[in-house]
């Protein structure tokens, strides 16, 4: 879905993954063979895809369409997941 070289880790991103001790393969892996769990349009700036890896570990990976395309966060829960994006576009809002 994203072609090699089209794509940028966000500062963000980068901090969850190593929290959380995934790699760039990982993520990149999930966003190529994981499944898309939810399109989230934000109106008038981005959409996000939300993908989700289930083994050998379920996490989840958020990616903003516009380009290049911007790899947002990686999350353990789906939960955590939807917190993050939902953080995101009030962070959009009161720009």
Do not use: W
């Not at 940028?8 to 995934?22: C, G, K, N, V």
């Not at 369409?65 to 939902?86: A, D």
Request: proline share 4%; charged share 25%.
């Amino acid at each position: 879905m994203i072609p090699t070289g089209e794509y940028t880790f966000s500062s963000h991103a980068l901090h969850r993954m190593s929290e959380r001790e995934f790699t760039q393969d990982q993520v990149l892996n999930c966003i190529r063979n994981g499944e898309i769990f939810k399109i989230q349009d934000i109106p008038d700036k981005d959409r996000h895809i939300l993908f989700r890896q289930k083994n050998p570990i379920d996490f989840y990976v958020v990616v903003a369409t516009s380009l290049p395309f911007t790899i947002v966060t990686v999350c353990n829960t789906q939960k955590e997941c939807q917190e993050s994006v939902r953080d995101c576009i009030r962070r959009e809002k009161s720009l």
